[in-house]
């Protein structure tokens, strides 16, 4: 989990957010103009009754010192554009998964949602109270509580930093609800995973609460001793939440994929892991440098 909203006390089963990376040289200056759109609320709300104390701040983000991405591409695309990606795929799919390297390479903030959700929950917060609910049922929380968390933390990127959104949009209203907000993906990486590999994936997974790492019992077991001791499953990775995760899937992905279809990344995650990041990273690769050349 890379969100924790400041407001919750710190609690030693999160880690605490990375500092934002210091600007790296020749990075062109970026500005916020292209990810917030002109005719939105001077509110940070993104609907009125859900107020931003639930969401707070979210900091914390994908900065860090592994290598990044500096000659086809930069952080800046030209025209003061911030750069910015979404990740989707089923549940179990490798979306976290693939987060971390992605952040690093291109020095974008991981959001997700589903981590900010359960920070929300797990300090009992309004918000996280009318969440619980759905996500244990394996449902869709309402759009305008994910809408608030999103755009709390959007807000929050750094100036010489961009965005990574982990799990939303989901429907095509969070979708053009993202688009109101001004959030314009360079890439938009969907990760494909047959449903049968999917329910092998969930009920085997384990989080380790203190780094975040996801485990898994027979394909990336934890190490033995303290972490194999401390390593916990989620509330949802059940099989019968799985199915509801899966229905809402297949109900909305391909209306969302077509929202997106001019900054598509198709990748199979069925794949070692490894490779899904090499994959995902030509396309964003490729992507990034055709809308440079334009530019
Ligand atoms: P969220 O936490 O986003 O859950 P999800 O979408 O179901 O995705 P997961 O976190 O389960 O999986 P992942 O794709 O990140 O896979 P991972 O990398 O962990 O959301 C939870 C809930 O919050 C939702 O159900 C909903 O209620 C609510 N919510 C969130 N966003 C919302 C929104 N926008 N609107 C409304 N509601 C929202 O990998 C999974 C396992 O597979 C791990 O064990 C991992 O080690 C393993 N693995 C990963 N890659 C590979 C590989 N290549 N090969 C083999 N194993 C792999």
């Known amino acids: 989990p890379t969100l924790i909203p400041p407001c919750l006390p710190t609690p030693t089963a999160w880690p605490s957010a990375s500092p934002a990376p210091a600007s790296r040289p020749g990075a062109c200056p970026t500005s916020r103009r292209r990810l917030w759109s002109t005719t939105r609320s001077p509110s940070r709300e993104y609907n009125p009754g859900e107020g931003l104390h639930g969401a707070g701040h979210l900091g914390g983000g ?5 290598r990044r991405i500096s000659d086809t591409t930069s952080l800046a695309l030209g025209g003061g554009e911030k750069l910015g990606f979404i990740i989707a795929g089923a549940p179990a799919s490798g979306k976290g998964t693939q987060c971390k390297a992605i952040s690093e390479r291109y020095n974008v903030k991981h959001i997700s949602t589903g981590d900010a959700l359960r920070a929300q929950v797990k300090g009992k917060t309004a918000l996280g109270m009318k969440a619980k609910g759905f996500m244990d049922a394996g449902d869709l929380v309402p759009d305008e509580l994910v809408m608030n968390i999103v755009k709390a933390a959007t807000e929050d990127v750094a100036d010489d930093q961009g965005y990574l959104l982990d799990g939303v949009p989901r429907t095509m209203p969070q979708a053009h609800m993202l688009k109101d907000l001004g959030i314009d993906p360079s890439a938009f990486i969907l990760l494909n995973v047959p449903d ?21 019992v027979k394909f990336f077991p934890p190490p033995a001793g303290e972490i194999a001791a401390r390593v916990y499953q989620r509330s949802d990775d059940t099989e019968s939440a799985l199915r509801t995760r899966l229905v809402k899937f297949h109900e909305n992905v391909a209306a969302v994929k077509g929202f997106y279809s001019d900054v598509m990344v198709e990748v199979n995650g069925n794949q070692q892991k490894a490779v899904v990041q090499a994959e995902i990273m030509a396309g964003v690769d490729k992507l990034l440098a055709k809308k440079k050349h334009a530019h």
């Open 196 to 216: 049968e590999i999917l329910v092998e994936r969930i009920t085997g997974r384990r989080i380790d609460p203190v780094t975040g790492e996801s485990y898994h």
């Open 62 to 66: 994908g900065g860090g010192s592994a």
